[in-house]
């Protein structure tokens, strides 16, 4: 289908974006790489009276590696992120949860700050906000606020943006060497929305248990979420083949699936038992057994 008629403008400046979001009250909608925003119009399910393209503001698609972490600008792409060396060390996780993301030619063009505001709850991106606690930043009439990842997204497709801001960078804390991690994911195809996801991190203290444990699931209906109940599990404990098998039924059994197009509420459960129990075999360096012919 062909675009709704609207108006279109490209702003220098992120004052000037400010600007016209406060001047349109709501009915204004950002593009940044279009990849979501693109879809959505030509399928009516949004009618703007205008398009702000955002996506040559200067200063907003660096990365920043530091002592504290690792700061993306808002219009970083996939692209970029797959591109860029030290990240792998910097952020191994965050390297290899983004090359699940859609195909190449949607990874030329898709930006962090797009997904993130998009908060679709199959995203990977999301996912990883959440789960690392990273923060949000956000610029505003107001000025500039920080939003934790956790309060960040509200639900399927809805955060906590006002009408008059935009995201202009999102900052994951430091990730130290020795951290453990896994991250795993089952679509249809290589490149497809996830059908189920874990992201899993922990720490080990001096005895070589697992400390500050992180959990996150995509597979919920309304978002990415950690799991409280997995991560009590694993807190103090050494992570080994048992551990994990309980960590599998307690996830599954705590995740809030529903039956949808794609697949039953109870085969969305087990997959993420599955991507949880994968996920913990890689960060414990545990190989998966082959499944009993
Ligand atoms: C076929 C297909 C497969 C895909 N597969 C995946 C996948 O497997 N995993 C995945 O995560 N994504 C997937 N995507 C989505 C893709 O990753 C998009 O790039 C991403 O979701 C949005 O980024 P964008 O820059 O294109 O945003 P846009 O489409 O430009 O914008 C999306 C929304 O975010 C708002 N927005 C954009 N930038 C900002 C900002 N800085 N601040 C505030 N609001 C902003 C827009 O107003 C709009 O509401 C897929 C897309 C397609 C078409």
């Not at 808002?74 to 290899?96: Q, Y």
């Not at 039924?249 to 087990?270: L, V």
């Amino acid at each position: 289908m062909k675009l709704p008629d609207l108006d279109y403008i490209r702003p220098g400046t992120l004052q000037e974006t400010i600007d016209l979001l406060v001047a349109y009250e709501g009915e204004a909608k950002l593009v940044a790489g279009g990849q979501s925003l693109m879809p959505m119009l030509a399928f009516r399910l949004l009618a703007p009276k205008i398009l702000i393209d955002i996506s040559r503001l200067p200063g907003l698609n660096a990365i920043d590696i530091g002592p504290d972490g690792v700061r993306l600008g808002a219009l970083t792409t996939w692209r970029d992120i797959e591109r860029h060396a030290a990240l792998k060390t910097a952020h191994p996780l965050l390297a290899a949860a983004i090359a699940h993301v859609a195909h190449y030619q949607i990874r030329n063009r898709g930006t962090v700050g797009g997904s993130l505001a998009h908060s679709d709850p199959a995203s990977e991106f999301p996912a990883l906000v959440t789960t690392c606690d990273a923060d949000v930043v956000v610029h505003g009439a107001g000025g500039e606020r920080v939003v934790k990842g956790s309060e960040f997204v509200l639900g399927a497709m809805t955060t906590s943006l006002e009408p008059d801001e935009m995201i202009t960078g999102i900052r994951f804390p430091a990730w130290p060497a020795a951290r453990r991690w896994g991250f795993e994911e089952f679509a249809r195809r290589r490149g497809d929305f996830a059908m189920a996801a874990a992201v899993v991190f922990y720490d080990l203290d001096a005895g070589g248990r697992a400390a500050d444990p992180h959990i996150g699931i995509i597979g919920e209906p309304e978002r990415a979420v950690r799991l409280a109940a997995v991560e009590d599990l694993l807190t103090g404990r050494v992570i080994d083949r048992d551990v994990i098998a309980e960590a599998r039924a307690i996830g599954e059994q705590a995740a809030q699936t529903s039956d949808d197009i794609h697949t039953p509420a109870k085969y969305r459960k087990a997959l993420i038992g599955t991507m949880i129990e994968r996920a913990l075999m890689t960060a414990a360096g545990l190989e998966l057994r082959p499944v009993a012919a």
